[in-house]
């Protein structure tokens, strides 16, 4: 009963990973990103199932899409996540943060359970937002991440190393942003990090914990009733009894 009410997360949530897959993240590095993804959704805190957590994996570079174009969908299990992962080609260009951003919202969130209990993005970059050379603006990149947020879906915009441009970091992340916004120095530190938001990400049910006091205080009153009433009944059965004297 304790592992249902404080094990993995049972709660119905979309998982959104939208990965940086620019060029400036040598392969060796863009294999520690696969890396903190299975980390992060083979957690001791999370359960990946049909009635649990999905997990949706896009990337973004020149463009944004799915990891794997067989499967555009969110899945439900493990083997799934590990096998689009392991068989990941990249695609290697610039860092197109406007449409990642795009993109979830037009296509990943459609791809979504109709009913759930929550929508959480990771969105991981390294770098500035650029395009055809040029930087994004900054400004376009808050409006898009706000309409996500205006749809409820919370994210985590994690920055890797000094090339990521603070200001774009904190607009893209969920308030607040010292719960949603997260940097490290390098990609080795990146499942440190998938440990500490899967923590994060499913709270265990405490909610159960008070139904469960609720029925255990409803059964006490019920037995203090009975009791009462059961002594009540003979109080009055002694009451109505006839007197004999004691010769």
């Known amino acids: 009963m304790l592992w249902l009410l404080f094990g993995p997360c049972r709660n119905r949530t979309d998982l959104v990973f939208m990965l940086d897959d620019s060029g400036s993240i040598s392969n060796a590095d863009f294999d520690k990103t696969m890396e ?110 706000a309409k996500l947020k205006t749809k409820g879906v919370k994210i985590y915009a994690v920055g890797v190393g000094k090339e990521t441009v603070e200001e774009q970091i904190e607009t893209i992340a969920s308030a607040p942003s010292d719960k949603y916004v997260r940097s490290v120095d390098n990609f080795d530190q990146l499942e440190a990090l998938a440990k500490s938001i899967g923590e994060e990400i499913c709270e265990p049910n405490y909610w159960l914990v008070s139904i469960l006091i609720a029925i255990a205080l409803a059964f006490v009153v019920l037995k203090l009733f009975l009791d009462w009433k059961e002594a009540s009944e003979l109080d009055t059965a002694g009451e109505d009894a006839p007197w004999v004297a004691v010769k």
Request: aromatic share 6%; charged share 25%; proline share 1%.
């Open 36 to 145: 903190f993804v299975k980390t992060l959704t083979t957690s001791e805190d999370i359960s990946v199932d049909e009635g649990s957590v999905n997990v949706a994996l896009c990337k973004f570079a020149n463009d944004a899409g799915w990891m794997d174009m067989a499967k555009e969908k969110f899945l439900s299990d493990e083997s799934q996540i590990d096998n689009v992962l392991d068989n990941y080609q990249r695609n290697i260009g610039e860092t197109n943060t406007i449409e990642a951003l795009e993109f979830v919202g037009s296509e990943v969130l459609k791809k979504g359970r109709g009913s759930h209990d929550k929508t959480i993005l990771i969105f991981l970059t390294d770098g500035a937002a650029t395009l055809n050379g040029k930087p994004q603006k900054t400004s376009i990149i808050e409006s898009e991440a």
